[in-house]
């Protein structure tokens, strides 16, 4: 049973366009949500995070959105820079683990 | 930040023999988490190791196939047992460090494939 999806497995964006990748959950018991990036031959790093008690948080570029109701969260990339191209993958808290969507592969093109 | 590293980066094995990965960080850390990411699917966490005492392993995995040793704050070995074609995956480590809670660092990860 996956806790943690991301329904779009790909998405290509113009550079300078909004990037929106989302996330969708089913445990109403995580406490904190994170989105990491992963390029080929790399371990993932963190890119942002937000408590369950929020509904934003931002950081330069990026900014994730939590939908509690909807059990939902998205992260805004806004401009996109051929430098984001990437596997985005969400992850969910859970207690002191982890537990990671499928991961959604940005594109952004000139 | 913590710098993490692995060894080996990258190894094509034999089915039926084992592998032991190496995780080495660069500075002292409490819990350590090893991963799994099969291809094409999300990183799913196979156990987590704490420094004196045994790992706690998620549910499909168990010590016989996947035995991890803590001796240390700053080193952790996966070793991957009796090994089959659908063993092959790339295997991470990571640890808890940042501002952020239940935040991640991850090493480059080991790509395994088993012929």
């Known amino acids: 049973d996956q806790q943690v999806k991301q329904n779009s497995p790909s998405l290509s964006v113009q550079e300078g366009r909004i990037s929106i990748l989302n996330c969708d959950y089913t445990?109403?018991?995580?406490?904190?949500f994170l989105w990491y990036k992963k390029y080929p031959a790399e371990g993932p790093t963190f890119l942002i995070s937000?408590?369950?008690?929020?509904d934003k948080n931002e950081d330069g570029r990026f900014t994730v959105f939590l939908n509690k109701s909807a059990k939902h969260l998205s992260l805004h990339i806004v401009p996109s820079q051929p430098g984001d191209s990437a596997v985005y993958f969400c992850?969910?808290?859970?207690?002191?683990?982890?537990?990671f969507g499928t991961g959604t592969r940005l594109q952004v093109f000139p | 930040s913590a710098v993490i590293s692995q060894k080996p980066s990258r190894d094509i094995c034999q089915r039926g023999t084992s592998l032991t990965i190496q995780c080495q960080v660069d500075?002292?850390?409490?819990?350590m988490f090893w991963y799994r990411q099969q291809p094409g699917q999300s990183l799913t966490l196979i156990a987590t190791?704490?420094?004196?005492?045994?790992?706690?392993?998620e549910s499909g995995f168990v010590i016989d196939k996947f035995p991890i040793s803590r001796p240390n704050l700053t080193f952790s070995t996966l070793t991957v047992s009796n090994m089959s074609p659908e063993d092959s995956s790339i295997y991470l480590c990571?640890?808890?460090?940042?501002?952020?809670?239940?935040?991640?660092?991850f090493g480059p990860g080991t790509r395994l494939t088993v012929t």
């Open positions: 190791a704490n420094q004196g005492s045994e790992a706690t392993y």
């Open positions: 937000i408590s369950s008690i929020k």
């Open positions: 990571s640890v808890y460090q940042g501002v952020s809670a239940y935040e991640q660092y």
């Open positions: 445990n109403s018991m995580f406490d904190y």
């Open positions: 500075s002292q850390v409490t819990m």
């Open positions: 992850a969910a808290s859970d207690t002191d683990k982890l537990i």
